[in-house]
């Protein structure tokens, strides 16, 4: 699903358990989904420790179908969706603070690389791991950038990682990268919020 630039390498020869997603029924690794959990009957789009947890496909085709009918078949009760809204509304919120969390996250634990420079350089070699940049860049860099993830001005990619701005950055391949994978996959299937800078505010906080 995820194109080469976010793939991350020995994911798949892992032995994860298998999911299956609540609308198309098709199975995979958990990288490719979003969890789902039950509080009380309210449907939440994080993982609940206790109780029953449901996987639903990263892409707007399953979460565009996701409804009362298919997660009430899932859970096996009467469920109610008020505290998602529209699916693909909340998740496009919750993907790109997810992915600016990751950059911060990232840039305190020192695994990213910050700049155009050394993120065109990691996409060129075909290496493994998350690529994300800025809209704002000149053509050139975003010609040398294709494949990454865009988040938004240079300014917002900056301030995710408490910098004043930021053209680009590479998280390698490891346990940051696979997180923040599903999440840019994510951003690039539904776009940014209308809101972004509010999110951004509220995820760096
Ligand atoms: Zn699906």
Known sequence: MLPAATSISGSSERHEPKRTCVVCR???GSGQFLELGLIGND?????????RGAWVCATRQCLEKLDNRVLARAFKTKVSMDAIGDPVAFCRDLA????VESLGL?????????GVEPTARALSRGEEGVAVMADDLSERSTRQLEGAT?????EFVG??????????????????AEKAALWAGLV????????NDEVVESAVE
């Open 43 to 51: 449907v939440v789009l994080t993982p609940v420790s206790k109780g």
């Open 159 to 176: 301030r995710a990682m408490g910098l004043k701005r930021a053209g680009a950055a590479w998280i390698p391949a490891g346990a940051m």
């Open 26 to 28: 098709e199975g995979g």
């Open 188 to 195: 690039r299937e539904l776009g940014l919020p209308e809101q």
């Open 106 to 114: 990232a840039r305190r634990q020192g695994v990213v690389e910050i």
């Open 96 to 99: 790109s603070r997810r992915l």
């Open 150 to 154: 865009v988040l938004g001005s240079s």
